[in-house]
Structures are given as structure tokens and as C-alpha cells.
């Protein structure tokens, strides 16, 4: 199986603070299903945003979907981001002027790359409905609880059917039943399409979901050092 994600020698600092995060190496292949876990400030969501090209590394190349996103941000690597990349974020990031249909759809909608149809509207329609917020399709996302706030972003991370899905924390916010929907609709989705799919967790009754589990808290070097080995 070809690999999607690729990490070799990466460092990375936030300026002005003691934390940092290495990972020698790093190889998710296509089709595999991933759950990032460890504690709280571990580096866990860093290294998310490293992967979506969002946070640029010290040192070390970090390739996604054939493409080395460690540069600097252009228009050209947010269009590679937005046809490869389904990334659900842990504060969500909707639009809060923009109705729920709109902000799944939002991808077509900030792309030249991409073209809007019929087929993806009724795709964003399905893909509500398989996690139950159809009935809010029409709402805006100030009168959304935090749950289906999170459910908009999960259904806009999908609508693509990229290759590569990052969700941090994507059930964070449910109750019980909702938290299995969610996670069913992110690993069928992964399975039906051969698709990757990499999560932040913290919740352990998920893992046996998931192909491969990397544990940050284990490679913790020191206390401000998070050195991931896989
Ligand atoms: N923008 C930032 N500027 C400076 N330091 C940051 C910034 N974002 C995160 N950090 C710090 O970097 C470290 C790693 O943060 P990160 O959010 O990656 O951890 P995490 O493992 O995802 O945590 P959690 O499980 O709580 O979401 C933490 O010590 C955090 O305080």
C-alpha cells in the first residue's frame, strides 16, 4: 500500500515557548485508519496542523498526499489542502454567517478547483442526515448546540471525499449515541473509499475502531519534549 503521509527528521517549536515536538519518522498509508492519543499538551493537534501544511516545521519534510506541505502557505498549497485534505478542527471553525448547508458546502465554495453540483448538494444532504442534523440544514450556527456545531464540521470534512481526513477530537462534544454515529460515518467513510483517516482522541473506547494507535504520552522525552515514535 502506497503511503499518503510521509514524516522524516521533523522538529517543531512554538516561538517564545519551551515546547517542542520531533518525530523521526512517520509513515500512514492509504486506506489506514489512525487515533493519535496521549495527554493533554502533548502535541497532539501540532502535529495535525503540521500535517495540513497550517504550522510550518523548524527542520524535516513532512509530505502529504505526494505533496511536501512544509513550505510556506500560497493559494497553491490551500487549494491542495482543500481537494486533499477533510479537516475537522477542534474549535470547528464554521462560519457563523453562513447557514449549515453552506458551511458543509463551504469547501466548493472557496475553491476554484472545486465545482458545485447537484450531486455534491444532495451528497452534503446525505451525509447530514447519516448524522442526524438534516433537520438543521437551514440553520445558522449561533442556534447549533456544541454537538451539532461539531457534526457541520464533520459533514464538511467529508464532502470532498478527500483522500486524507484530519479530525481532532471529532467526538469530543457528543452524548453516547451520537458519538458512535459520528465515528461510524468518519471509519466507513475511510473503509468504503480506501481513504485515510487520522484522529485525536481522548476517549479509549474508540481505539478498537482503529487500525493503529500512536501514543504520544509514551514518547514523552521530557516534560516539554513530546518526541513521537511509531
Ligand atoms: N499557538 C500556540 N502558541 C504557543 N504554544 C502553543 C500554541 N498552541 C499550543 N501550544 C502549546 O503547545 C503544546 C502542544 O499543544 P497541542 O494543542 O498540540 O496539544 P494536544 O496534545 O493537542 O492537547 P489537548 O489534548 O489538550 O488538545 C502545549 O504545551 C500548548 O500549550
Known amino acids: 500500500m502506497s503511503d499518503i503521509i510521509e514524516?522524516?527528521?521533523l522538529h517543531f517549536a512554538f516561538a517564545g515557548t519551551t515546547f517542542r515536538l520531533q518525530v523521526d519518522e512517520l509513515r500512514v498509508s492509504l486506506g489506514e485508519?489512525?487515533?493519535f492519543i496521549g495527554s493533554s499538551g502533548s502535541g497532539k493537534t501540532t502535529l495535525l496542523h503540521?500535517?495540513?501544511g497550517i504550522r510550518t516545521p523548524e527542520s524535516g519534510s513532512v509530505t502529504v498526499v505526494g505533496r511536501d506541505v512544509?513550505?510556506?502557505?500560497?493559494a497553491s498549497s490551500r487549494d491542495h489542502r482543500v481537494c486533499n485534505i477533510g479537516l475537522v478542527f477542534q474549535e470547528f471553525e464554521l462560519?457563523?454567517?453562513?447557514s449549515v448547508l453552506d458551511n458543509i458546502l463551504l469547501p466548493y465554495r472557496i475553491s476554484a478547483a472545486l465545482k458545485l453540483t447537484r450531486e455534491i448538494v444532495d451528497r452534503a444532504q446525505q451525509l447530514a442526515e447519516s448524522v442526524d442534523i438534516n433537520d438543521?440544514?437551514?440553520r445558522y450556527p449561533g442556534r447549533l448546540s456544541q454537538g451539532e456545531r461539531q457534526r457541520v464540521a464533520v459533514c464538511r470534512a467529508l464532502l470532498t471525499e478527500p483522500p486524507l481526513v484530519l479530525a481532532d477530537e471529532p467526538t469530543g462534544n457528543l452524548d453516547p449515541g451520537n458519538k458512535w454515529k459520528v465515528v461510524d460515518a468518519l471509519i466507513d467513510d475511510a473503509k468504503r473509499r480506501q481513504s485515510t483517516l487520522?484522529?485525536?482522541t481522548h476517549d479509549h473506547e474508540?481505539?478498537?475502531?482503529f487500525d493503529r494507535v500512536i501514543d504520544f504520552s509514551s514518547f514523552h522525552a521530557s516534560s516539554q519534549t513530546a518526541e513521537v515514535a511509531t
Open 33 to 35: 485508519t489512525v487515533a
Open 95 to 98: 462560519l457563523e454567517h453562513l
Open 136 to 138: 438543521k440544514l437551514g
Open 50 to 52: 503540521l500535517l495540513a
Open 198 to 200: 487520522v484522529t485525536v
Open 7 to 9: 514524516i522524516n527528521d
Open 70 to 74: 512544509s513550505g510556506l502557505a500560497t
Open 206 to 209: 474508540l481505539l478498537d475502531r
